[in-house]
């Protein structure tokens, strides 16, 4: 089965930093990715990574949040940058394999103003 473990979430403060990590767990590297879930807000995608490297951001995030990989631990990464408020949501890592997608359950970030 896949289990997608997320973590790094917390409280910071406007302007700071967080690395958030997804550790998957039986499957082999795919897309991953994360997305959030702000209070009142649909789910939107946040970045994605393929397993080559290749990298997409919403426009919400770029320049300030960095996706990574670490294929042979199947894991992946968030780099978050220069965190604002309104970053403040539920991020919840993604793994979307032969079409099916795979979620954790989520970490809390909260960005205090």
């Known amino acids: 089965q896949v289990r997608l473990v997320e973590s790094g979430g917390g409280l910071v403060q406007a302007g700071g930093s967080l690395r958030l990590s997804c550790a998957a767990s039986?499957?082999?590297?795919?897309?991953m990715g994360w997305y959030r879930q702000a209070p009142g807000k649909q789910r939107e995608p946040v970045a994605t990574?393929?397993?080559?490297?290749?990298?997409k951001y919403a426009d919400s995030v770029k320049g300030r949040f960095t996706i990574s990989s670490d294929n042979a631990k199947n894991t992946v990464y968030l780099q978050m940058n220069s965190l604002r408020p309104e970053d403040t949501a539920v991020y919840y890592c993604?793994?979307?394999?032969?079409?099916?997608?795979?979620w954790g359950k989520g970490t809390l970030v909260t960005v205090s103003s």
């Open positions: 993604n793994k979307n394999m032969w079409g099916i997608d795979y």
């Open positions: 039986g499957s082999i590297f795919s897309t």
């Open positions: 990574i393929t397993p080559g490297g290749i990298t």
